[in-house]
């Protein structure tokens, strides 16, 4: 019983010893910033946004835009009567749900009237 004990826990050690070490060091304070290389409907980066939009969105009316933060805040509008209102529309809403990460994660304009934006 004694020699499985040492050698679970030598397991367990030698595990959690190859996971740090496979991690880069980063100085005390840094800052990872996330990116998503994703395009199209494969950027929408949460269930909730891409059920929202798959749902709702694809068969709203009029000109619409949707919008998200890499930080996880999105938001959309449509039936507006041009496209440059349903971009504006919808980047305010989602900049006032994202004040707290704007500046790391800005929100931006993904998709418009149903057409991918070049992110």
């Keep these: 019983m004694k020699y499985i004990t040492?050698?679970?826990s030598l397991m367990i050690v030698?595990?959690?010893t190859n996971a740090t070490t496979d991690q880069p060091k980063l100085a005390k304070g840094t800052v990872v910033k996330y990116?998503?290389?994703q395009t199209g409907i494969n950027s929408i980066i949460s269930k909730k946004a891409l059920n929202s939009y798959k749902k709702e969105y694809l068969s709203a009316s009029g000109h619409k835009?949707?919008?998200q933060s890499l930080s996880g805040v999105w938001s959309w509008r449509s039936n507006r009567t041009t496209a440059e209102h349903?971009?504006?529309s919808a980047l305010v809403v989602c900049q006032r749900s994202n004040i707290k990460n704007e500046?790391?994660?800005p929100c931006k304009i993904i998709n418009v009237d149903g057409v991918w934006v070049n992110q």
Aim: charge should be negative; proline fraction near 0%; hydrophobic fraction near 45%.
């Design 6 to 8: 040492i050698v679970i």
């Design 103 to 105: 500046e790391l994660y």
């Design 35 to 37: 990116e998503n290389t």
């Design 86 to 88: 349903a971009k504006t």
């Design 14 to 16: 030698g595990c959690t």
């Design 65 to 67: 835009a949707f919008a």
